[in-house]
T-cell receptor, first 116, second 110 residues
Framework: NAGVMQNPRHLVRRRGQEARLRCSPMKGHSHVYWYRQLPEEGLKFMVYLQKENIIDESGMPKERFSAEFPKEGPSILRIQQVVRGDSAAYFC??????????????FGSGTRLTVV | TQLLEQSPQFLSIQEGENLTVYCNSS?????LQWYRQEPGEGPVLLVTVVTGGEVKKLKRLTFQFGDARKDSSLHITAAQPGDTGLYLCAGGFGNEKLTFGTGTRLTIIP
């Protein structure tokens, strides 16, 4: 039973390019969360999605960032026109019943984005 | 905005010693979770506590949820090098997303 799969593990983009980060949740999990982590810091919430729905995007910057979780296929976090400040580790997590369940989140290994 | 403050931010101790790290908030949570994260990897769930005053043990790790469900502690007995990592607490309320704490980076010196 595969865990949460994120790809790519490492992504290098030049300023102004687009970054696409993919996340396939655990089988049977319908809730997906994206978090960003800067070095030596905790996890900052970005967006919470269910299939074809954005439930909470309060942590997402208003511009350049978007996320989707289509009916078929992985969840995508898209960053347009990347800037150096976007460099971070981006983690995806999934859960079967949402955050209030005692199951917790299962995290992927993250995508480390470096903007040069 | 719900904030979770963890202390200490950094902790370095000798193998075999005991330690406690703390997670504090001004908000009430319906559940609180502890994760450990190793370099280059995502966080891994250690435990979930849901009842005020609840105590859970996981081998040498003891987790406690405060009576008012606003704080938690993690106590490690006889620390080992394998305990090294970033410890994160996270609070949940209803169906809202988990809010993560600032983290405690623990180093156990052999």
């Amino acid at each position: 039973n595969a865990g949460v799969m994120q790809n790519p593990r490492h992504l290098v983009r030049r300023r102004g390019q687009e970054a696409r980060l993919r996340c396939s949740p655990m089988k049977g999990h319908s809730h997906v969360y994206w978090y960003r982590q800067l070095p030596e810091e905790g996890l900052k919430f970005m967006v919470y999605l269910q299939k074809e729905n954005i439930i909470d995007e309060s942590g997402m910057p208003k511009e350049r960032f978007s996320a989707e979780f289509p009916k078929e296929g992985p969840s995508i976090l898209r960053i347009q026109q990347v800037v150096r400040g976007d460099s971070a580790a981006y983690f995806c997590a999934s859960s079967p019943l949402g955050s209030d369940a005692p199951y917790g989140y299962t995290f992927g290994s993250g995508t480390r984005l470096t903007v040069v | 905005t719900q904030l979770l403050e963890q202390s200490p931010q950094f902790l370095s101790i000798q193998e075999g010693e005991n330690l406690t790290v703390y997670c504090n908030s001004s908000s009430v949570f319906s559940s609180l979770q502890w994760y450990r994260q190793e370099p280059g990897e995502g966080p891994v769930l250690l435990v979930t506590v849901v009842t005020g005053g609840e105590v859970k043990k996981l081998k040498r790790l003891t987790f406690q949820f405060g009576d008012a469900r606003k704080d938690s502690s993690l106590h490690i007995t006889a620390a080992q090098p394998g305990d090294t990592g970033l410890y994160l607490c996270a609070g949940g309320f209803g169906n809202e997303k988990l809010t993560f704490g600032t983290g405690t980076r623990l180093t156990i010196i052999p």
